[in-house]
């Protein structure tokens, strides 16, 4: 919507195409270096809790018409032959996005950059970064010194002191049941193997895994105070996930549980990322603010990031997230105060507007 109301339906076209750049990029080193991370282009389907949500669903689909995306809004009978779920009363089909095992995929990045000669140095926890004509670099076991640093620590950025003011550090939580009996989807559909969420701005979405299970995060995303990072078992945010899922398929009770997981994503006030040098510092680099679309959104950074630092330019430099003012977000406590209220206003009060 920022692109859109900006520069019109030709710019925001531009914008979804460099994205799919990125989805691109996953489905291209995928198959040229061989990487089994369950990787499907099934299309997707936002799903609509209520009739406001359709409404919602008609503006989304002319503006993506007046881009040129093809798309399907399928009223409630038409969405129950594919999602077996009295929860939703309607949906939008995307054709383009694709599911994945992002673990696999990392792993599988992981083991293709380390045959090509690049040391990874995990645990080694950078404390600050010193900009200068040579960036110093300070660990908790040692420094060290480069030309050039780039920094794509995304939620965990205010650890070392950037973005404090400028990026939400919010959680995700993710929780994954047992193999599902043959049985079990057909009553609960899903054949087509789309990735699903729905259309609440505390949202759940929800996928096929490639062995049978079904994947859900979402429904909450809670802050930590001062931007702390996730535990990674915050139980009052796993529980609600797993009623929300029992809620949208009944017929699923009693279903086991065998793993659950968190982590800390990166939130922007515009809900916009932002890629580029660090304000006086030509030789530091960022990528931040992936509102929760890193596994494609970091693909495409990671080539901005390239040509930045190489010193090329091209239409990817030009894109309107290449040093992209971040909007304010206020100072500690008044930024947790108005998470805190936020997220009671959707509770209490029901309201669940379209994102």
């Known amino acids: 919507d920022f692109v859109y109301d900006a520069q019109g339906p030709e710019g925001a076209r531009a914008y979804y195409d460099a994205t799919l750049l990125g989805l691109g990029q996953i489905g291209a080193f995928v198959g040229q270096h061989g990487v089994d991370c369950d990787f499907e282009q099934n299309g997707s389907l936002e799903l609509a809790t209520e009739q406001s949500h359709v409404d919602a669903f008609g503006e989304q689909k002319r503006r993506l018409d007046a881009m040129g995306i093809e798309t399907e809004i399928l009223d409630a009978a038409a969405l129950r032959k594919t999602v077996h779920s009295e929860r939703f009363v309607g949906a939008l089909r995307l054709p383009g996005p694709a599911i994945l095992n992002p673990a696999k995929l990392a792993l599988g990045m992981r083991r293709t950059i380390e045959s090509l000669g690049v040391v990874v140095s995990e645990r080694s926890k950078v404390l600050r970064i010193e900009p200068g004509s040579s960036v110093r670099l300070v660990t908790e076991f040692g420094e060290l010194e480069a030309p050039q640093v780039v920094v794509t620590l995304n939620g965990y950025a205010p650890q070392i002191g950037l973005f ?129 679309e890193g596994v494609v959104m970091t693909q495409l950074a990671g080539m901005i990031l390239a040509r930045l630092v190489a010193g090329d330019q091209d239409a990817l430099t030009k894109l309107p997230i290449v040093d992209k003012p971040m909007p304010y977000l206020g100072p500690e406590p008044l930024r947790s105060v108005g998470v805190r209220l936020y997220e009671w206003a959707l509770e209490a009060l029901g309201t669940n507007p379209v994102r």
């Open 164 to 292: 404090r003011d400028r990026i939400l550090p919010l959680t995700n939580y993710v929780v994954a049941t047992e193999p599902l009996s043959a049985a079990q989807w057909d009553s609960i559909g899903c054949s087509g193997r789309e990735g699903l969420s729905d259309a609440r701005v505390q949202f759940m979405y929800l996928r096929r895994s490639a062995d049978g299970r079904i994947v859900a995060g979402g429904e909450s995303a809670p802050y930590f105070y001062d931007s702390m990072p996730s535990t990674g078992n915050y139980r009052p945010s796993i529980e609600k996930l797993k009623r929300s899922l029992l809620t949208t398929f009944p017929q699923l009770e009693g279903v086991r549980f065998t793993n659950e997981w968190g982590g800390t994503m990166a939130f922007t006030r515009d809900f916009v990322p932002s890629v580029g040098r660090l304000d006086g510092a030509q030789n530091i680099f960022y990528a931040v603010g992936f509102n929760g």
